[in-house]
């Protein structure tokens, strides 16, 4: 079956670290991606993991493991403006569709 | 700027009075999407296109329709809007380029609501 599971709330504190776990089982893997939503607005591109390994994107980062269907998500010197939720979505092997997370809504307090 | 765009930003309809949500795109991207999200839920793909190759997903229900007349425009069509079809919807796209990564650029999306 496809599934993707997130925590679904996260509360840190300004100038923290945070990170976001997701975890994952679909029937194929194309690669990971990572979408901020703010409330009421769209999702936009965080960034991508296709291979094992760390990416990083200047306050932001992505690991991933394929062996453990496992990927995170590192926000670095929080700020208020991070206060978002964080989606974790898979695109399957084979075509264009890619599978969403619910997402982890994330609280940065002062 | 390139982008998505969608119209209208709410809609308000009856319940089963038809209604067409829009969507365009500069981005002369290959592949366009719709998504329904509701709240605090995973965005669901109904549906996306392939330049003119339609691919429905399984699991969405036959009230939901769409076309694509060229490359920059995409619409969704509800025949019969129930109470349970008020959500955002969102349109998005992606270049559908050979082994290129597919990221997803969203519109703004449509609050559908239903009386």
């Known amino acids: 079956g496809q599934n993707i599971d997130q925590p679904t709330e996260m509360t840190a504190t300004e100038g923290a670290i945070v990170q976001i776990n997701c975890t994952y089982q679909t029937s194929g893997f194309n690669g990971l991606f990572w979408y901020q939503q703010h409330a009421g607005e769209a999702p936009t591109f965080l960034s991508y993991n296709v291979l094992d390994g760390l990416e990083e994107k200047g306050r932001f980062s992505s690991f991933l493991s394929r062996s453990k269907g496992y990927s995170y998500l590192l926000l670095k010197e929080l700020q208020m403006k991070d206060s978002a939720s964080y989606l974790c979505?898979?695109?399957?092997?084979?075509?264009?569709?890619?599978?969403f997370g619910a997402g982890t809504r994330l609280f940065v307090k002062a | 700027d390139a982008m998505v765009i969608q119209n209208p930003r709410y809609q308000v309809t009856q319940f089963g009075k038809p209604v067409t949500l829009s969507c365009s795109q500069t981005l002369n991207h290959n592949v366009m999407y719709w998504y329904q999200q509701k709240s605090s839920q995973a965005p669901k793909l109904l549906f996306h296109?392939?330049?003119?190759?339609?691919?429905n997903e399984a699991d969405t229900p036959d009230n939901f329709q769409s076309r694509r007349p060229n490359t920059s425009f995409c619409f969704l069509d509800i025949r019969s809007p129930g109470l349970g079809d008020a959500a955002m919807y969102l349109c998005?796209?992606?270049?559908?380029?050979?082994?290129?990564?597919?990221?997803?650029?969203f519109g703004p999306g449509t609050r559908l609501l239903v009386l």
């Open positions: 296109y392939y330049d003119k190759d339609f691919n």
């Open positions: 979505a898979v695109r399957e092997l084979g075509g264009f569709k890619t599978i």
């Open positions: 998005a796209t992606s270049s559908g380029g050979a082994g290129g990564l597919e990221t997803q650029y």
